[in-house]
C-alpha cells in the first residue's frame, strides 16, 4: 500500500501569513493526489485534485504542486475561515490512502 | 442542488451487521463511482470502499475485506455498505462520496453528512 505522510501534523499560524502543508508519498503517484478541508463535526471538504486544480468555489489564496512523491499545499494568506484539519489523498492506487492530517491553528 | 444523504447508523454489539445507505440526488448518479470514507473519533480519514458507476467492480480496505460488501441500484440513486462481523475498532463516522470522475481517479467531490457507526457491547 502507498503510505502518505503529512508534515507538519500540527502547524500555529497568523491571518496573513503564508502556510505550506507538505504530503510525501512511499512510492510515485503521478498527479492523482487530492487535497481536503476539514473542520470540526463536518464532512472533508475538496480543495484540490490531480496536484494543482482548484474545485470550483475554491479561493484562489489555496494552491497545490509537486510531482511523483512530493506534494505541497499552500495557502498563500491565511483567513481566519482557514483554521482546520487538512488531508491529502492519493488516488493513483488502491487502497486510495489518505495523508494523517494536519492541524492547521491560530497562533 | 447536488447532495449524499447517508443513513443506517446506530449502536450494534460486536459480531454484529449493519447495513448503511446513502442516497443521492442533483446528479446524473449512474455516471460517477462512490465510495465510503470512515473517521474513528478523534481521528483521521480512511478510505473504505469504491465501487464503480455500473456497480460491476468494487474495491475495499484490507480491514474491512470479506466483511463489508459495498453495492449500488442505480434505479433508486442509491449506495450500499453491508458490514458483518463488526469489531470495536470499526466504530466510526461513516462518509459517503461522490467520485469527481467516472472512475475514482480524480477525488471526491461530493460529501454526505456522515453517520455513526458505534459497536459495542
Known amino acids: 500500500d502507498i503510505q502518505l505522510t503529512q508534515s507538519p501534523s500540527f502547524l500555529s499560524a497568523s491571518v496573513g501569513d503564508r502556510v505550506t502543508i507538505t504530503c510525501r508519498a512511499s512510492?510515485?503517484?503521478?498527479?492523482?493526489l487530492a487535497w481536503y478541508q476539514q473542520k470540526p463535526g463536518k464532512a472533508p471538504n475538496l480543495l484540490i485534485y490531480?496536484?494543482?486544480t482548484l474545485q470550483s468555489g475554491v479561493p484562489s489564496r489555496f494552491s497545490g504542486s509537486g510531482s511523483g512523491t512530493e506534494f505541497t499545499l499552500t495557502i498563500s494568506s491565511l483567513q481566519p475561515d482557514d483554521f482546520a484539519t487538512y488531508y491529502c489523498?492519493?488516488?493513483?492506487?488502491?487502497?486510495?490512502?489518505f495523508g494523517q492530517g494536519t492541524t492547521l491553528d491560530s497562533k | 442542488e447536488v447532495q449524499l444523504v447517508e443513513s443506517g447508523g446506530g449502536l450494534v454489539q460486536p459480531g454484529g451487521s449493519l447495513r448503511l445507505s446513502c442516497e443521492a440526488s442533483?446528479?446524473?448518479?449512474?455516471?460517477?463511482?462512490m465510495n465510503w470514507v470512515r473517521q474513528a473519533p478523534g481521528k483521521g480519514l480512511q478510505w473504505v470502499s469504491t465501487?464503480?458507476?455500473?456497480?460491476?467492480?468494487?474495491f475495499y480496505a484490507d480491514s474491512v475485506k470479506g466483511r463489508f460488501t459495498m453495492s449500488r441500484d442505480n434505479s433508486q440513486n442509491t449506495v450500499y455498505l453491508q458490514m458483518k462481523n463488526l469489531r470495536v475498532d470499526d466504530t466510526a463516522v461513516y462518509y459517503c462520496?461522490?467520485?469527481?470522475?467516472?472512475?475514482?481517479?480524480?477525488?471526491?467531490?461530493?460529501w454526505g453528512q456522515g453517520t455513526m457507526v458505534t459497536v459495542s457491547s
Open positions: 462520496a461522490k467520485a469527481l470522475w467516472r472512475t475514482a481517479q480524480g477525488a471526491f467531490d461530493i
Open positions: 442533483g446528479f446524473t448518479f449512474n455516471n460517477y463511482a
Open positions: 465501487i464503480s458507476d455500473n456497480g460491476g467492480v468494487t
Open positions: 512510492q510515485g503517484i503521478s498527479s492523482y
Open positions: 490531480v496536484t494543482s
Open positions: 489523498q492519493q488516488l493513483s492506487t488502491y487502497p486510495h490512502t
